[in-house]
């Protein structure tokens, strides 16, 4: 069974860089032909795709924050990470990473609570 973990801080302020890690066990972050993503959940709001890492290593991302987005993988570590640049307090949300298919998701982190205040 494959699991995912968040970690990351909870509080940032605005201008900074975000840095969120998913550990990934129970499969590979290069098996095929799997997509491993960050979704997030403003409150109140519903699910906002983020951006996704394939199984190749290429990279997807929302267009409307692929200016300060990007997804790397550390493949001896099982891990993906996501950089969010210059957040301000729209980026307040639940960042949850997730594993899919081409076709289906599948599997869920539990999330993890990201503020942006000052």
């Known amino acids: 069974q494959v699991q995912l973990q968040e970690s990351g801080p909870g509080l940032a302020k605005p201008s900074q860089t975000l840095s969120l890690t998913c550990t990934v066990s129970?499969?590979?972050?290069?098996?095929?032909?799997?997509?491993w993503t960050w979704i997030r959940q403003p409150p109140g709001k519903g699910l906002e795709w983020v951006g996704a890492i394939a199984y190749s290593g290429s990279t997807y991302y929302n267009p409307s924050l692929k200016s300060r987005t990007s997804i790397s993988r550390d493949t001896s570590k099982n891990q993906f990470t996501l950089q969010l640049s210059s957040v301000t307090p729209e980026d307040t949300a639940r960042y949850y990473c997730?594993?899919?298919?081409?076709?289906?998701?599948?599997?869920w982190g539990q999330g993890t609570q990201v503020t942006v205040s000052s």
């Open positions: 129970g499969g590979s972050v290069t098996a095929n032909y799997y997509f």
């Open positions: 997730t594993r899919r298919s081409i076709t289906a998701m599948m599997d």
